[in-house]
Every structure is written in C-alpha cells, then in structure tokens.
C-alpha cells in the first residue's frame, strides 16, 4: 500500500513546487524595475540553469545508463534468457538528448535577462514554459519508472539466479514480472501541471507589455535622473524641467513626475495620478516609484518623493 501511493504523492508534491517557481516568475515579471525583483528573476534562471546541468550530467548521464546495462546484460547471462532491452536501447540516446535541450534552453534563458526590453520579456516567457514542459516531463517519468521497479526487479531476479547457478539447482529461472501500476494518478498530476504551466505562460505572454512598461518607465526616470543630476551638481541648478522630457511627455496623462531635494540628494519620484492605475495593482492613483541620486528604484506609496515627511528645499 505504502509503495504504489508514496511514488504519486511525491510526485504531486514537486509538481506543486514546479508551480509554485511559475507563479513567482509571473509575479517577479512586473517587479524586475526594483532590485529585489531582478534577484528573483536572476536567481530563478540561475536555478533552471543549475538543475539542467546537474540534470545532464549525473542523473542521466550515459554512466548510469551504462550501469544499468550492465545489470541487463548480467542477467541475461546469469539467467540464460533474454530481458527485453529494446526500450532501454532507446532511451540511452533519447533522455540524454532532451536534457541537452534543457541545459541549451536554460542557459539562453540566462543569458538573456542580461538585456531587458519588451522581445526580451516575451521571448523569456515562451523558453519558460518549454523549461517547465521538459522538467515536468523528467519529473513525472522518474516517479513513473519508480513505480513500475523495473531495476530493483531485474536486480533481485539476477540475485535469485546467482544463488540457484551456486547452488548448482536446475529449476527454472525466476524472471523479473513488470508491476502494474496505474498510469492514471500520474496522468492527471501530470495534466494538472500542464495546464498551469500553459494556464500561466498565456497570462504572462499577454500581460508582457503591461508589466514591461513599468521597466520602460524605470529607463525613462534613470535618464531624467541623469539630466538632473549632471544641472545640479556641476552647474547648481535644481530646476530641472522633468516634465519636459519627451519619454515624460508621453506619460503625463498616466504619470505624475516630481523631483525634491533631500539632504544634499535628488530624489525623482513617478506617482499614478487620479485617473491611471500604471502599475496594474487594480487601484488608480495609490502607487509609483522613487529613484535616488545612486541609482536605487524603490516602491513610493505616498506623494512625497522623499524619504521622509521632514522639510524639502525645492529652491538652491
């Protein structure tokens, strides 16, 4: 009882952690402007590439493929009949192959978040989900193959016939019986992740030129941010005509820009103005950024764009 049910539930149990990294990457889409963002998307990649190399290298590797080989061949000798190997002849090309596809998918998808614009974001989404489909296929075939005992089967029939050849018995020779398991449970799991991961990736394919324009709108303070930056402290001029910039321009109906000094600092702050939810939390007005003199973007949820509520000089 406890064999044929443990194998679906822990099957089960790294599908959900397999959704649970999709939802993250859909969620980290629209906070790659933040830095803790673009950690996650960089660390998630990291992953994906870190799982296909060891993927590749050792779990099915043609080492352990030859291993098991090794085993087939020991009992056909041992044994004196044949153990059908033309599958597993099959599968010595065919695993290693698709998992060099996972490590050639996983590591452009690396590379790639290195240049961030919108065909970048896209071209991301789509490498995901070919990255979840063959981990999901790698995970439900283990836990299937486990199911099924097919080494430890053949392992304990060529131990049986050892023993009855030293013996130096004459009975016929035990031969490894396939065990019925059920495909269904790992069926379902596997159609469950499946439509997540396809459920998850339209969603984000859709939601790309949403969620990069808070990205494009980090490029367009960090310009802004230069300009005030070179006027103020080398020519002393804080009036910076922000609004006069054309990436601003085109977002004045969305976005209101405000530009404070605090403490020797500049700070440009972008904020939803009443009409505009541009950030896409569902509420209009109630969110925007804030971009410090170093470069930081961080979450701005008031209309001041300084840390604090203490005195701002808005003159030189």
């Avoid at 939802?23 to 673009?38: P, Q, T, V, Y």
């Avoid at 961030?116 to 063959?134: A, G, P």
């Avoid at 060529?158 to 030293?166: E, V």
């Avoid at 799991?189 to 396809?198: E, F, P, S």
């Amino acid at each position: 009882m406890g064999t044929p049910m443990r194998n679906p539930l822990i099957l089960a149990w790294w599908l959900f952690l397999l959704t649970a990294l999709e939802i993250a990457a859909m969620i980290l889409d629209r906070f790659h402007h933040l830095e803790w963002g673009r950690l996650g998307v960089h660390l998630i990649k990291s992953c994906y590439l870190g799982f296909a190399f060891v993927l590749f290298i050792r779990y099915l590797s043609f080492r352990s493929q030859k291993s098991f080989e090794n085993l087939v061949e020991s009992y056909n000798r041992v044994a004196k009949q044949a153990y059908e190997t033309e599958k597993v002849r099959r599968d010595s090309w065919v695993n290693p192959f698709w998992n060099l596809v996972l490590v050639v998918l996983t590591t452009i998808d690396f590379t790639m978040v290195f240049s961030w614009n919108i065909s970048v974001l896209r071209v991301s989404v789509v490498l995901d989900l070919l990255i979840w489909l063959l981990t999901l296929r790698w995970i439900t075939r283990t836990y299937w193959l486990k199911s099924q005992g097919t080494r430890e089967r053949l392992k304990e029939a060529l131990d049986d016939s050892r023993s009855r050849k030293q013996a130096e018995a004459e009975p016929a020779e035990p031969a490894p019986v396939k065990r019925k398991v059920s495909k269904f449970p790992f069926g379902l799991l596997a159609g469950m992740a499946l439509a997540a991961a396809l459920g998850m990736t339209i969603f984000r394919w859709t939601d790309a030129s949403e969620a990069f324009r808070i990205d494009d709108l980090k490029s367009c303070m960090d310009r802004c941010m230069r300009l005030a930056s070179i006027r103020f402290y080398q020519q002393g001029e804080l009036e910076v005509q922000v609004a006069g910039q054309p990436c601003v321009m085109q977002r004045k109906d969305r976005i209101d820009f405000t530009m404070d000094l605090h403490k020797g600092d500049l700070y440009l702050r972008a904020f939803e103005n009443d009409t505009a939810d541009y950030f896409g939390d569902g509420a209009v007005g109630n969110e925007g950024v804030v971009l410090d003199a170093n470069g930081h973007f961080r979450r701005a949820w008031t209309s001041s764009a300084v840390p604090d509520d203490r005195p701002v000089n808005d003159q030189e």
